[in-house]
C-alpha cells in the first residue's frame, strides 16, 4: 500500500507540473477563462449568473470526465475479450482517476469549459479532437500510470472512444438548445429570404427563443445549390420568382430580408422589395452589420427598411482621405450654415481641423443650433458665428474682409419651389443676386476655392428655383474666368432628411392618418443622402475644374408614389394616398444634364464634369428694379439662356415624361381642375425638396 501511495503521489506532482506549464505558456488562454468578481461592486445579479455559470461548467466537467471513464472501461472490454481491465482495484482506481484528471485538466487549459466556443460549431468540434489526442499522449507518456501508460494501444482506443462520447454529448447539448421553442401566440408568420450566414443566424435565433415575435416558415434564397437545405427544420423552397407562391402556400404576411450585403446592394434590394409588394408581403430588414458588431443590435431585432434602401442603387462612398488634407489648417466660411447642408458640412469640416471655421447665416436660432452640434455649448459669443444676409452686399464685403476665409462654401438660398413660384422676386433677391453679392466678396478678398451649391432642377430649367440657381452657376463660371484659383458648382438632387423634405411631409401626414398626397402617380425624382451631398461638395474643391457644375451620378429616379406607399405599410397605417396635380414649375422627372451638357467623367466614375458657359453680372443686376411677379419670372428665364450658343444635338429633356420603368396608366389622369405634365396646376402636395 506504502508504494501505491508513492506511485499516485509521483503521478499528482506530475499532472501539476503539467498544469503550471499550460498554465505559464498560455497566459492568455488561462486569463480568459478565469471569472473574477469584485466583492465591493458585484450586484446579486451578477452573483446569480456568476454561480449558474459555475454549476455550467461544473456539469460539462463532470460529463467530460464520465465519458473519459466510460471510454477506459470500454477499451478495456474491447481489448480483453469483454472481461474488462485487469488489475488489482487499486490500480484501476488510480488509472481512472488519472485519466479523468489529465482529460480535465487539459480541457480546462484549452477553454472547454470556459464558454470559448459555441455550442455545437467547427471550432468546438475541433477543441475537442485536439484535447482528446494531447490527453491520449500524456497517458502513454506520463510515467508510471497503471494499466494505461504501458498499454499504448489501450490508450489509443479510450482516447478515440472518448472522443467519439465528447462529440456526441456536445451535439446532444447543442441540438436540446437549439430546439424549437414555442413562440408567441400572436406570432407573425414569415419568410426568410437569404439562408446565408445572416439568414442562418435569423432562423436559428427565432425558433429558439421562445415568445418570439415571429415564426420562419420558409426560406428563399436564389442559390440553387441551397434549394434542399433545412435550417432548424426550415426548407429553402426556391429562390425570388418564389415569393408570391410560398406566400399563399404558407399564409405568410412579412418577408424578411437576411442577406448580408443586400442593404448595401440598392439594385437587388429595390427588386426584392417589388416583389414582396406585388405579393401582398410586409417587408423587413435585418440591422446592420455595424450596429450587430457594436452590439446595440440583435440578429433577431428585424425592422423596417430605412428609405436609404429604396434608392435602387449602392450608397456612394468618396475617398475622403485625401480630401481632407485641403482643409486642414484653412480658413473657411459657409453660408447658410444653419440650413440642412449647411450644417452637416460644418460638421465635417470641423472634424478636418481647419484653422478657422466661420459659418454666417441670417436665423440666429439655426446659428445656436449649429454651434451647439459642434461644440456642446452655443453662447454665440465667437467669431465663427455671423450673423447676416447675403442680400446686404456691403455686409458681405465687410463680412470677407474681416474673416479673409481661403475657401468658401455658398449654401445660402431660398428652395422651395411653390413659394418661389409665388413670390420670384425673393428667387431673384436671393438666389442671383445674393449669390453676385458674395462672389464678388471672394472674389475681391482673394478667396482661393469656392463652391456654389446648386440643384438638379438648375438642368433644363422650367421653374423660378431651377432659373435662379442656373443663373448661380453661370455667374460662378464667369468669376471663374476672372479669378485665380477654384470656382465650381455642384447639383444635389433631393436630399433625404433635410428640413422640409419630401420624407419629414409624408411622416407627418401619415402620423395623422392622411390623406397622404401626391402630385402625381407617375412623378419621380433623383434622391442622395446628406453623407452623399457632403460628399460630393467636399469632392468638388479637390477633382473639380474652375468653370465646373458636378454632378453625382444617384442612379435612378425614384417614384414618389412609391414612395408614399411603402412608408405607408411601414407605419401599418391605412392612410389613403391622394393625387392632386402639378404644380406650377413642376417637371414629372427632373434632369441632370441640361441641352448641350455631355455626360462627362474625366475624374472620377460617379462624378459628371459639366463646363458652364459664364454669365455677365450686368444681365443680373439689371433686374433689381423688376417688382412684378410675370415680369420676374420672364427676366429669369431670359437670363438663364443670355448670351449661350445653342446647342446643335440639345439634350432629350424628361419634362412630361415618364421613366423608363414607369409607363403611362389610366390611373395617371389628373383630378378635375388640374393640368396634364408639364403645365402650371395650382395644388396642395407634399415636396419633393431638399
Not at 421562445?210 to 426548407?235: Q, S
Not at 431660398?414 to 443676386?433: D, F, G, I
Not at 405599410?569 to 444634364?593: C, H, M, N, W, Y
Request: charged share 20%; with cysteine; proline share 7%.
Amino acid at each position: 500500500m506504502l508504494a501505491a501511495t508513492k506511485r499516485i503521489h509521483s503521478i499528482t506532482h506530475h499532472l501539476v507540473r503539467i498544469a503550471s506549464t499550460a498554465s505559464e505558456s498560455t497566459p492568455a488562454e488561462s486569463e480568459g477563462c478565469e471569472d473574477t468578481l469584485n466583492g465591493d461592486s458585484a450586484s446579486n445579479g451578477e452573483l446569480t449568473r456568476l454561480t449558474a455559470r459555475s454549476r455550467r461548467r461544473a456539469a460539462r466537467v463532470v460529463a467530460d470526465a464520465t465519458v473519459w471513464a466510460g471510454g477506459l472501461y470500454l477499451a478495456g472490454r474491447m481489448l480483453n475479450g469483454g472481461q474488462g481491465l485487469p488489475g488489482a482495484p487499486w490500480k484501476l482506481g488510480v488509472a481512472y482517476v488519472v485519466t479523468c484528471a489529465v482529460a480535465v485538466v487539459v480541457g480546462g487549459q484549452r477553454g472547454l469549459y470556459c464558454g470559448r466556443f459555441q455550442s455545437g460549431s467547427g471550432a468546438e468540434l475541433n477543441a475537442v479532437l485536439a484535447c482528446a489526442a494531447i490527453t491520449g499522449l500524456l497517458l502513454m507518456t506520463i510515467p508510471g500510470v497503471p494499466c494505461v501508460g504501458d498499454a499504448p494501444t489501450l490508450a489509443v482506443i479510450t482516447t478515440m472512444v472518448s472522443a467519439l462520447g465528447i462529440i456526441t454529448e456536445r451535439a446532444v447539448i447543442a441540438a436540446v438548445r437549439r430546439r424549437p421553442r414555442r413562440p408567441a401566440p400572436t406570432a407573425v408568420k414569415v419568410i426568410v429570404f437569404g439562408a446565408g450566414s445572416a439568414g442562418t443566424q435569423l432562423v436559428q435565433r427565432l425558433i429558439g427563443q421562445r415568445g418570439a415575435p415571429y415564426r420562419p416558415v420558409a426560406l428563399l434564397d436564389d442559390d440553387p445549390a441551397k434549394r434542399k437545405l433545412r435550417i432548424c427544420g426550415v426548407p429553402v423552397r426556391g429562390g425570388r420568382e418564389r415569393i408570391a407562391q410560398v406566400a399563399a402556400e404558407t399564409g405568410a404576411t412579412v418577408m424578411v430580408i437576411a442577406i448580408a450585403r443586400g442593404c448595401r446592394d440598392g439594385r437587388l434590394f429595390k427588386e426584392l422589395v417589388s416583389a414582396s409588394e406585388a405579393a401582398g408581403l410586409i417587408t423587413k430588414v435585418i440591422p446592420p452589420v455595424d450596429e450587430l458588431v457594436a452590439g446595440c443590435a440583435r440578429i433577431d431585432g428585424v425592422r423596417d427598411p430605412r428609405i436609404t434602401h429604396l434608392l435602387g442603387r449602392e450608397q456612394i462612398s468618396l475617398d475622403m482621405t485625401s480630401v481632407a488634407g485641403q482643409f486642414a489648417g484653412r480658413r473657411i466660411l459657409v453660408t447658410g450654415a444653419g440650413g440642412s447642408i449647411g450644417s452637416e458640412l460644418c460638421r465635417q469640416l470641423h472634424r478636418m481641423g481647419p484653422a478657422s471655421l466661420v459659418m454666417l447665416d441670417r436665423d440666429e436660432s439655426a446659428l445656436h443650433a449649429v454651434q451647439l452640434a459642434l461644440h456642446g455649448r452655443a453662447l454665440l459669443d465667437s467669431d465663427e458665428t455671423v450673423l447676416a444676409d447675403i442680400r446686404d452686399a456691403p455686409r458681405m464685403q465687410e463680412v470677407f474682409a474681416l474673416v479673409r476665409p481661403e475657401i468658401v462654401f455658398h449654401a445660402a438660398a431660398v428652395k422651395h419651389l411653390p413659394l418661389l413660384e409665388r413670390y420670384p422676386a425673393e428667387a431673384l433677391k436671393t438666389n442671383a443676386l445674393g449669390t453676385l453679392n458674395v462672389l464678388e466678396a471672394a472674389v475681391n478678398h482673394g478667396v482661393q476655392s469656392f463652391v456654389n451649391i446648386s440643384t438638379d432642377k438648375a438642368a433644363d430649367p422650367v421653374s423660378v428655383l431651377g432659373t435662379s440657381k442656373r443663373i448661380t452657376e453661370r455667374l460662378t463660371a464667369h468669376m471663374a474666368a476672372l479669378a485665380p484659383g477654384n470656382w465650381v458648382s455642384v447639383r444635389f438632387g433631393n436630399v433625404l432628411g433635410s428640413r422640409g423634405s419630401l420624407l419629414s411631409s409624408l411622416s407627418a401626414q401619415i402620423a395623422v392618418g392622411g390623406p397622404v398626397t401626391v402630385t402625381h402617380p407617375q412623378v419621380a425624382r433623383y434622391f442622395m443622402t446628406a453623407s452623399e451631398a457632403v460628399q460630393l461638395v467636399l469632392q468638388a474643391v479637390a477633382v473639380g475644374r474652375s468653370g465646373e457644375v458636378l454632378v453625382l451620378d444617384m442612379g435612378e429616379q425614384v417614384r414618389i408614389a412609391d414612395l408614399a406607399r411603402r412608408m405607408t405599410q411601414a407605419a401599418s397605417s391605412t392612410a389613403e394616398i391622394v393625387f392632386t396635380g402639378l404644380r406650377p414649375g413642376e417637371k414629372l422627372t427632373e434632369d441632370l444634364l441640361g441641352p448641350g451638357e455631355a455626360d462627362h467623367r474625366p475624374r472620377h466614375p460617379l462624378v459628371r464634369q459639366v463646363p458652364v458657359p459664364p454669365l455677365e453680372p450686368a444681365e443680373v443686376t439689371r433686374l433689381s428694379d423688376l417688382a412684378d411677379p410675370d415680369d420676374v419670372r420672364a427676366a429669369l428665364a431670359r437670363t438663364v439662356v443670355a448670351g449661350v450658343i445653342p446647342s446643335p444635338h440639345p439634350a432629350p429633356s424628361s419634362h412630361g415624361t415618364f421613366p423608363p420603368d414607369c409607363p403611362p396608366s389610366p390611373d395617371c389622369v389628373p383630378a378635375p381642375g388640374t393640368t396634364q405634365p408639364g403645365t402650371h396646376a395650382a395644388s396642395q402636395t407634399s415636396q419633393a425638396a431638399r
